[in-house]
């Protein structure tokens, strides 16, 4: 069984750092990518950064910068640091976790990053 535990999030001011983690138990051979997404209330979910094969890592344009993806060598946990933090940061973040062997798509429950005075 596949699992994906999301923590980290809360409510937080304008200008700080956070940095959200993703443990992930459960037996599979290949991790093909993994990150963060997050949904903006009345918004749809959106990438905010992964690493995907070969360790190479993506950043949604309004990141870049300020996010950073990684992940443990074992890839048994993927955290988002996040730094300089806006209003418009807020939104639910998922943990997400793609395999091979067997081709698979996971989620995480997600968890509330608020940022606000």
């Known amino acids: 069984q596949v699992q994906l535990v999301e923590s980290g999030g809360g409510l937080v001011q304008p200008g700080v750092s956070m940095r959200l983690a993703c443990a992930v138990s459960g037996r599979y051979v290949y991790t093909d990518s993994m990150g963060w997404y997050r949904q903006a209330p009345g918004k749809q979910r959106e990438m905010v950064a992964l690493?995907?094969?070969?360790?190479?890592?993506t950043y949604a344009d309004s990141v870049k910068g300020r996010f950073t993806v990684a992940t443990t060598y074992d890839k048994a946990t993927v955290y988002l640091q996040m730094d300089n933090v806006t209003a418009d940061d807020t939104a639910v973040y998922y943990c997400y976790l793609r395999t091979q062997r067997p081709v698979n798509e996971y989620w995480g429950q997600g968890t509330q990053v608020t940022v606000g005075s």
């Open positions: 690493v995907t094969s070969g360790d190479r890592t």
